[in-house]
């Protein structure tokens, strides 16, 4: 579970008001203090998160999000926080208590969440519900806060969201049940069963996978979508060899028989396609990233964009992780001098990098993105949709990097019925 990339795990968005409860059920689901609670309205400020498995879910994060009647001095920038929450997550978590009426605010959320085709759970908080029960047995009455009375009280919850369980949240004799209803449902936009080499690889099948070793590699390891090829490729009982740029050659002449495919990072994708024989296909880590996560066909169409560039063009170039810059840092440094040496000069060129993605878009000529291994594929999904919807054309690293080579054609060529598609 430790192991599991962020951009892999299902990721659920726990929200409500104020002292509804939120940073008391993630602790206690997590059975860890992940969240500070307070009766302090406002305790929760920027979202918090935390790994941890859920069965069947599997692997997830799950964000503790400020209240969403936040009235403080930062109430407004917090709430943008918990909006762009929303758009990144593949299950939500609504928080209400029995011992509160449901507000304007709660149903705006709920209505968010739903327009953005987020699957709600509804938790109902069991606001002391013990002393309730002592009182409802001493003077004979039903327990108030069963949950079908509440939500039967409250039309229009029941439209919005799954009502899938209540407690009191501040006992953690529910907890497995909870976790067991919580893993019961079914998020929005995971890769599921969808594998970065989905039709590609095949039992006894060899793969060269060219990992180049500069200065911007990890000390002591491989990128994430390095090792993720590695995996999908041994998990397909294909062989999986790996090794440098110059010793690719030697590689493909020792075997007896050719490779089913070269695979490589895309910044030596000039080189690999002169020491690749034409006979075998290849692609890179960055354009199986793509498809994987995204729509590889807007991707693609994006690079027509590139032929329109000229002095004064704005370009921005964004990563989906956050690392510290290198002196040939791909994103910030050798894409602006490749695209110098292919005679786009004078761009104006931003940088955006983790979760900072601009609403507006529509101000770019160009949107160039990473290969997004760090992301969900909803969030990529949600990039890639607001650039076609604002009219910006966008690529990712490795279809820029090929187009400006000429081998686009070559590198997308293993899936050019997907894209026709």
């Known amino acids: 579970m430790e192991q599991t990339p962020k951009g892999n795990r299902v990721h659920i968005g726990f929200f409500g008001r104020c002292n509804a409860g939120k940073s008391t059920l993630i602790n206690m689901l997590t059975d860890q203090p992940v969240s500070l609670v307070s009766e302090v309205a406002g305790t929760t400020t920027d979202p918090v998160s935390k790994s941890m498995e859920i069965l069947p879910l599997g692997p997830v994060v799950i964000t503790d999000t400020a209240g969403i009647d936040d009235t403080t ?75 079908s ?43 599921g069963d969808q594998t970065l080499l989905q039709g590609l690889v095949e039992e006894g099948d060899t793969i060269i996978l060219v990992c180049p070793i500069d200065s911007a590699a990890p000390k002591g ?31 493909i002449n020792s075997l007896k028989y050719p490779p089913k495919m070269v695979i490589c990072d895309s910044q030596a994708f000039d080189r690999v396609d002169e020491l690749t024989p034409d006979t075998i296909p290849l692609t890179s880590f960055s354009i199986l990233m793509a498809r994987f996560k995204g729509k590889l066909q807007d991707l693609v169409a994006g690079v027509e964009a590139i032929k329109n560039l000229k002095a004064g063009s704005k370009v921005l170039i964004s990563e989906g992780c956050t690392h510290r810059r290198q002196c040939d840092d791909i994103g910030t440094v050798k894409i602006p001098n490749l695209l110098k040496k292919q005679g786009h000069t004078d761009l104006q060129l931003e940088f955006t990098s983790g979760g900072a993605f601009p609403k507006d878009v529509s101000q770019y000529d160009l949107i160039i993105h990473c290969g997004a291994c760090m992301l969900t594929r909803r969030e990529v999904l949600r990039r890639i949709e607001c650039a076609v919807v604002q009219g910006t054309p966008i690529v990712n690293y490795g279809v820029l990097i090929a187009a400006l080579h000429g081998i686009l054609e070559r590198a997308i060529s293993p899936f050019i019925d997907e894209i026709k598609g």
């Not at 229009?156 to 019961?184: C, P, Q, Y």
């Not at 994430?224 to 740029?245: M, S």
């Open 73 to 147: 001095e930062l109430g407004t920038l917090r709430m943008e926080k918990t909006e762009e929450v929303v758009k990144k997550i593949n299950l939500a978590v609504y928080v209400l208590r029995t011992d509160e009426e449901p507000t304007a605010d709660d149903m705006h959320w709920l209505g968010l969440l739903k327009q953005n085709n987020v699957p709600i759970a509804l938790f109902i908080n069991e606001i002391n519900a013990e002393i309730d029960q002592e009182n409802d047995k001493e003077n004979n009455i039903e327990n108030k806060t069963d949950v």
């Open 149 to 191: 009375t509440y939500v039967e009280t409250h039309k229009g919850l029941s439209e919005l969201a799954t009502v899938i369980g209540s407690a009191d949240f501040t006992s953690k004799a529910k907890r497995l049940e909870l976790l067991d209803l919580l893993g019961g449902l079914t998020p929005l936009d995971v890769e």
């Open 221 to 251: 390891r491989l990128i994430l979508p390095q090792v993720q090829t590695i995996r999908e490729i041994l998990d397909y009982k294909g062989l999986a060899l790996v090794c440098q740029t110059e010793e690719l050659p030697a590689m």
